[in-house]
């Protein structure tokens, strides 16, 4: 017996899911999600985290679900003694099935949160109700709750293990990320190309999200310069509308093996 809420799978915008009078429901996996305790860290602030467990196979999504899907969403507002909840992101895996793009995590992640309390010393308690979607063959939107007084720190560890998995933020151009953007026009498009100072071998992936949030696009790798710069290309329509106005910025998350990056860049 689950304790997940099934949500309207038109609201929530997600397909692959049978619809309709008499269509069998879902066949739902084995799932687990549940808040963690993490402790205090030393700041004045508290340590949590949001675990997911699915089986083999399934999947559930980053901040950004990618072609379909839906990304996590977060109702904290039951909680005691709580200000604010940041939401911390392990770099996804970028993938693809027969719906296109996918950003997420495959069978388990822990999703990191840096709690503020209202008062450092009293106790706090988080409530969650939380609303995502996993993902195999079919896609199913799902709600589920959890409470946990966030105190003695006991799963810390692993929290700190997927802490460890967020991108690191870079402020302006870096030789640890991108290193510079530019545009360029193919003859028939104009092209976003960017050089990222990924590590010769390191299997890097670009995720890059224009100025509206549903704008992005996953470069594709054109080489590896001498200089050790790897150089990618997009389509920029795909990512920044035409005729906008200059001064606009592009999110761009790189992920490679052993180092992942989040930076803000101009669009050229």
């Known amino acids: 017996m689950y304790r997940f809420t099934i949500i309207a799978v038109a609201a929530a915008g997600l397909v692959g899911m049978p619809v309709g009078a008499g269509a069998e429901p879902p066949r ?28 083999d196979g399934w999947k559930t999504y980053w901040r950004h679900p990618g072609d ?6 977060f109702d904290f507002s039951g909680s005691t003694n709580v200000a604010e909840v940041e939401v911390l992101w392990p770099a996804p895996s970028i993938s693809r099935d027969r719906y296109g793009l996918v950003f997420g995590y495959d069978r388990e992640v822990v999703l990191p949160l840096v709690v503020t309390p209202n008062d450092p010393d009293m106790p706090v308690t988080l409530d969650l109700d939380l609303d995502f979607a996993v993902c195999a063959d079919i896609c199913v939107p799902l709600r ?36 510079s953007v530019a545009r360029s026009d193919n003859g028939e498009n104009l092209v976003l190309k960017l050089s990222v100072g990924f590590k010769p071998g390191a299997d890097g992936r670009l995720i890059v999200e224009g100025p509206q949030s549903w704008l992005y696009a996953v470069p594709e790798l ?47």
């Open 28 to 55: 739902l996996p084995e799932i687990e999600m549940r808040l963690l305790d993490g402790g205090r860290d030393g700041n004045g602030q508290h340590l949590a985290g949001v675990e997911i467990r699915l089986e």
């Open 144 to 179: 589920d709750a959890d409470t946990r007084e966030i105190n003695d720190g006991k799963e810390r560890v692993v929290i700190d293990f997927y802490r460890d998995l967020v991108p690191v933020s870079l402020e302006g151009f870096d030789e640890r990320g991108v290193i």
């Open 222 to 268: 054109v080489s590896e310069t001498d200089a050790g710069a790897t150089v990618f290309k997009a389509p920029l329509a795909d990512i920044v509308p035409p005729d906008t106005d200059d001064g606009l910025e592009l999110t761009v998350t790189g992920v490679s093996n052993g180092f992942a990056f989040e930076q803000t860049v101009p669009a050229p």
């Open 68 to 73: 379909s899907g839906l990304a996590p969403s």
